[in-house]
């Protein structure tokens, strides 16, 4: 019998990551074979994280420019993922997230008449503007696809009010939390002694990362002055800040930070080198979805950079407190969490409202069901 072939989309450094359990899955299955198709929006970090997961084999199509425009990327994923889609016959694509990858690659699957199958399905803030574009693809890509993956129940009931069939909603749990299990016991504590120097790894990390399109400029700047002065005022305390490659995200940290000695800049970590800072950290200041994701998964208290989170479930969790990106009150939640003994434990609460760690069995089950009705 002929295995059903299922095109894996992967851009960026997250989808990567969150594919990877899935394909891991798809390789195993007896009806299904994956052909991954990496896009390379990201090439640098996301040919990292492949490695990272041992993933070899995939087609690469090479979009990446420096400072690519929205219009830009645009443009060269729907010419490339049209055309792989000509060559490449395939019996269903999945997409993941929120990405202009994510959402070429479910147009033109589209166009080409494939199935869709939507990874991460159904988060949203309810504004279009924020994050930008995410909100826009993501809500996209709900009308586009045949099956709705969705992490949580949150996920699932707004997918059904926006009128999506209930029978193409499937709740699967967050594959992030696949790979986060399958990564950490490959992490090591050697990793982050190797980073940061033995000494300061066992003394009080902090871990920071930031890179959304709405937060460049002056917003990212008041982000890095808030570092700057948490990192003066407790110097025995460590930050570790892999800075993202967007030229617009070093433009706004690299010259507030670079000389601050309790400041470890550095280039993007491998995932389990990351993974190893995570959980040796006290808390964490990130904009990052994935990162607010693993953190709650973790334990680890979240100070998000953001008016706004398409992740509730982690505010409802105690874990993500809201900050955006006003210097005065990153500095004042960071000093809660330093300071106050009780506030900082009451944020410590593992929880696995995004995911159990078998998402992507259950994303495959479906597949393999589907595909063979
Ligand atoms: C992209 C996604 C965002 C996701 C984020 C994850 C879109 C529109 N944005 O944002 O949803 O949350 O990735 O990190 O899909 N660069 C490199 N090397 C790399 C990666 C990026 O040099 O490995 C530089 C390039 O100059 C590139 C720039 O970063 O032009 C911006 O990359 P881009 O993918 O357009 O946007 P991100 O801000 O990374
Ligand atoms: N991450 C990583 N190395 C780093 C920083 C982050 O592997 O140096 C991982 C992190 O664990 C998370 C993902 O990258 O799974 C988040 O990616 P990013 O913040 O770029 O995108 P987002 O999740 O905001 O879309």
């Known amino acids: 019998m002929r295995k059903s072939r299922v095109a894996v989309i992967v851009g960026t450094r997250p989808e990567a990551i969150k594919m990877a359990p899935v394909l891991r899955a798809l390789a195993g299955s007896r009806s299904l074979e994956p052909m991954t198709v990496c896009t390379s929006q990201h090439r640098h970090m996301v040919h990292q994280i492949l490695r990272s997961f041992g993933i070899r084999h995939y087609y690469d199509l090479n979009v990446m420019r420096k400072s690519q425009t929205l219009w830009d990327l645009s443009g060269r994923l729907a010419t490339k993922l049209g055309r792989f889609f000509d060559q490449n016959p395939a019996d269903a694509v ?22 869709v199958g939507h990874v991460e399905a159904g988060l949203r803030t309810g504004n279009p503007h924020f994050p ?9 890509l709900g009308s586009i696809a045949t099956w709705h993956f969705a992490p949580t129940r949150d996920a699932v009931g707004r997918l059904k009010n926006e009128g999506v069939a209930g029978t193409s909603i499937y709740l699967t749990g967050n594959t992030v939390v696949d790979a986060l299990r399958w990564m950490a016991p490959r992490c090591s504590d050697r990793l982050l002694k190797r980073l940061v120097g033995a000494q300061r790894a066992r003394g009080r990390l902090i871990v920071v990362t930031c890179h959304r399109r709405e937060s460049h ?19 025995e305390v460590t930050i570790v800040f892999p800075v993202h490659p967007n030229p617009a995200v070093r433009l706004a940290v690299m010259p507030v930070l670079e000389t601050l000695p309790n400041v470890i800049l550095c280039e993007p970590l491998d995932y389990d080198q990351f993974l190893s800072c ?16 693993e953190a709650t998964a973790l334990g680890k208290p979240v100070l998000v950079l953001r008016d706004e989170t398409e992740r509730q479930e982690g505010v409802k969790a105690g874990a993500l407190k809201l900050v955006g990106t006003n210097k005065t009150r990153i500095i004042r939640e960071s000093q809660r969490l330093l300071t106050d003994r009780r506030a900082y434990q009451q944020m410590c609460r593992a929880s696995n409202v995004f995911g159990d760690g078998e998402a992507a069995r259950r994303i495959v089950n479906i597949l393999e069901r589907s595909l063979r009705a």
């Open 217 to 235: 400029g002056a917003p990212m700047r008041s982000v890095a002055e808030a570092i700057a002065e948490i990192a003066g005022r407790w110097p």
């Open 132 to 140: 930008f574009p995410e909100e826009m693809n993501r809500t996209l």
């Open 94 to 115: 999945l997409v993941q997230g929120d990405t202009s990858s994510a959402l070429f690659g479910g147009l033109c699957a589209f166009y080409h008449k494939i199935p």
């Open 278 to 293: 995570l959980k040796h950290a006290c808390f964490v200041i990130s904009d990052s979805g994935g990162v607010q994701e």
